[in-house]
């Protein structure tokens, strides 16, 4: 009755969810399995890129959840994205352990090179995976809720809350480029070796994050669907169109809001997790406003208020950025200003809404044949 | 008239409020529900209520009229907790004090407010609307996982009908007409089964016909609630009300039927001047 619940009246939702479980089974074959010089051998770039991928669709679910059906607009999502590549961070940096270059069995390289003697206590306990994990959660999750619960509570909305995330992102770059901070400063941290004992290039540890990020999205993906298909998704979709009138349902918006924004921010931090290690570095370029920018214009390409759009918009924006940037690596700032304005202007509904728009013609067409035949 | 004919008995101290639903163990048995006394609200120096003194009864229909700027949405405002008074106190009954609570608490409590423009979630369905003004413990885990009672289906069936909406139900609220919307949202408070019911200019904006159903719908919702309307047009006050209350400068000017009201001298002069 559940699955009933999730996935019907949400074609689109079924559509990207298949294709993606169907990645998720024939990548890891075509990678592994399939010798490389067959055409249908996938390299193991294209996984990791793939992978990243993933990442990115998750981080702009978790955008999508919150300004596409609670209206909340947060230009300051790659925050959370980065502080769960960090936490993630620490804890493969953790794990090189003596091999270094400097060969310190505690102290990661660059706090050798800055003449440190002691690991800070911030740093403690990240050599348990489990550990690491939590505050891949927690860290973002802490975040969220003292942010949004001071912002919530003053009724900070719409623009100065976008305005005020933003702030907190380029704050929080500022100050991990500081080494003072002992996060690597800007240089971040880099030179993983291991992962839970695996080799990091290993062509199976790597088909091993790719699994994950694809289940970690479907897994998302259906918890999304969940909140907003409930009786709290009605209540968000309300918060949004008439926040007022909500509250005078009895409704208390400040706690809603927060929780919906917890959450995604830990979506978002999960996904930073799922991402580093593929990307084999994390550093406060993560934090710059621009990234978060660049995500609205990933969920605002495939559709707001979607959920399945948003994984449309990441793939096919950084799809295109990927083709784009090895033609005129320094031009991308253009293209993706253009397309903004242009679904800004041109599609207001996103990719997926040019889909139904299509459908609906066709049915239209269709509807007119059948009048028509008698 | 004597303003405190009805004054409250001070010997009951206002009592922390638990329960969400106090509504039910509302204490009217001196008779009005709601006690508004020298309530007194200025904005910036302008004194949009000025030693307010109002009262009124459990189950009546009161139709409060006043020219621009008698302080009838404020009124409204500190009645719902949106304004906070500078003085004067506000009681819910005998014994809830409303200066307390939040806008969210007073509208579980049961007073529902209508507002003027309606503001229906157009987004959803009219049966979606409807669920979300359910009476229902309204925190955020209770709403992730539950599903509607069979109680609460039945509210929405019978509050369905009370507006006249059962053959709209899956229809979604943007499409409704304007009356439409307006008994929809009526129809959202009544899920809430409020004590108290404030109506901000119900007909404003409506034609004949929807003006005379929503005149029947007010009549038919008062006894069971008290009905609080605020409402520019004459006819239709004239229309639906037993008591009047006219409002000048933030103070009650005169109190009773229409026609005590209208041959009021000082009601004559706010309205037509000299």
Known sequence: ?374 | MNPFKHARNWSTRALPVKDPNFGHAVDTSHGPILYIEDVNVSFDGFKALNNLNLFIDDGELRCIIGPNGAGKTTMMDVITGKTKPDSGSIFFGQQINLQHLSEHQISRGGIGRKFQKPTVFEALSVYENLELATADDKRVWHILSHQLTGAQRDKIDEVLYTIGLSTQVHNSAGNLSHGQKQWLEIGMLLMQSPRVLLVDEPVAGMTGEETERTAELLTSLAGKHSVIVVEHDMAFVRSIAKKVTVLHQGSVLAEGTMDQVQSNPKVIEVYLGE
Request: charged share 15%; proline share 4%.
């Open chain 1, 1 to 374: 009755m559940l699955t009933q619940r999730l996935l019907t009246s949400d074609k689109g939702g079924m559509w990207v969810l298949g294709i993606l479980a169907l990645t998720c089974i024939l990548v890891p074959i075509l990678n592994l399995a399939v010798p490389e010089n067959s055409p249908l051998h996938v390299s193991t770039f294209t996984v990791t890129l793939l992978g990243k991928f993933l990442c990115y669709a998750l981080l702009a679910l978790a955008l999508d959840l919150i300004w596409g059906y609670a209206g909340i607009l947060s230009l300051g999502h790659g925050a959370f994205f980065a502080l769960g590549g960090y936490a993630m961070g620490m804890y493969l940096m953790r794990q090189i352990g003596d091999r270094g270059k400097y060969g310190d069995p505690l102290l990661p390289d660059f706090m050798v090179f800055l003449n440190w003697d002691s690991l800070p206590w911030y740093w403690l306990g990240f050599d348990m995976f489990w550990f690491a994990m939590l505050m891949v959660i927690m860290v973002p999750a802490i975040l969220a809720w003292v942010f949004g619960w001071l912002a919530f509570r003053s009724r900070v909305t719409g623009v100065y809350f976008a305005i005020i995330t933003q702030a907190l992102t380029y704050a929080l770059m500022l100050a991990f480029f500081r080494n003072e901070m002992g996060f690597g400063g800007n240089n971040g941290l880099t030179d993983f070796k291991d992962i839970l004992g695996f080799s990091i290039t290993a062509d199976s540890t790597r088909i091993g994050l790719f699994l994950a990020s694809g289940i970690m999205l479907i897994i998302a993906y259906l918890a999304c669907r969940y909140i907003v298909t409930s009786r709290m998704g009605r209540v968000i979709v309300s918060i949004r169109d008439a926040e007022t009138r909500t509250r005078f349902c009895g409704y208390q918006v400040e706690s809603y809001k927060l929780w919906l924004f917890v959450f995604s921010a830990v979506l978002a931090g999960i996904a930073g997790a799922l991402y580093v290690p593929q990307v084999g570095i994390i550093n406060p370029g993560e934090f710059s406003p621009l990234n978060s920018i660049e995500l609205v214009v990933w969920v605002a390409t495939g559709g707001r208020g979607t959920l399945y759009g948003a994984i449309v918009g990441a793939f096919s924006v950084n799809y295109g950025k990927t083709i784009f940037t090895s033609f005129y690596p320094e031009a991308w700032l253009f293209p993706l200003g253009l397309l903004f304005v242009l679904v800004t202007l041109v599609l207001p509904k996103g990719l997926v809404g040019l889909f139904s728009r299509f459908k609906r013609h066709d049915k239209r067409s269709d509807d007119a044949k059948q009048e028509d035949a008698p």
